[in-house]
């Protein structure tokens, strides 16, 4: 798939040759103080979170040779490393949506002018997502206060304890992809009515040039 060369930051049916790239082009937004703050914030989470699969993989290591070398099970173990494994998914969904790289199938809405992608984005946040992420968060927060509550364990033997732990990371997810939809939608709001102010942000192409 070939989009014709039209290509400017104000335009974004700019020539992309590589399917792939065409289907997870960003929309180039303008960035506000506040949203970059909380892109920082979700960033720097995002990255910490990444160290969890590093973790997973030593869980499994090790469950695989005490297993396997020295016939020894581990019930506990095995509950950690997908435990470890939904935490680091969890906590790392916001980023996604920080840096715009969760997948978009739309060939349509890279086809439209960057303000008509700023109204579709709008529209997507206030109708669809945020009211989902408000749902979401309403039902997630109690979900993990009850099993504090009730001291929930694992129904397995020589299993876990404290089951809200994980619960509550599901509500943290929740919250933090929220704080994403919000700096989002003050970029989105920046870019269509100039509120709140929009900041220059130096691009990595011009930081390179002055280094030159």
């Known amino acids: 798939m070939t989009v014709s060369d039209q290509g400017s930051p104000q335009n974004p049916r700019a020539s992309i040759d590589d399917p792939d790239e065409f289907l997870h082009h960003h929309t180039e937004l303008p960035t506000t103080r506040l949203s970059q703050w909380i892109d920082g914030l979700l960033t720097a989470i995002g990255k910490g979170a990444s160290w969890a699969w590093v973790i997973v993989t030593g869980f499994i290591i090790y469950a695989v040779v005490g297993r396997y070398a020295f016939g020894h099970g581990s019930v506990l173990l095995e509950e950690l490393e997908w435990h470890f494994a939904g935490a680091g998914w969890l906590l790392g969904m916001a980023y996604t949506l920080v840096v715009d790289d969760h997948v ?37 927060v109690p979900y993990a206060i009850n099993a504090y509550n009730v001291g929930e364990t694992s129904q397995a033997p020589a299993g876990l304890s404290n089951r809200w732990v994980l619960k509550a990371v599901l509500a943290l997810a929740f919250m933090l992809i929220a704080m994403a939809a919000v700096s989002r939608l003050l970029k989105v709001t920046a870019l269509l009515f100039g509120l709140p102010r929009p900041i220059r942000v130096q691009s990595d192409n011009a930081k390179k040039e002055d280094v030159s």
């Open 104 to 140: 978009r199938v739309d060939v349509l809405h890279e086809r439209f002018s960057l303000r008509t992608q700023g109204w579709v984005e709008l529209f997507g946040l206030l109708v669809l997502l945020l009211p989902f992420l408000g749902l979401a968060i309403y039902e997630m």
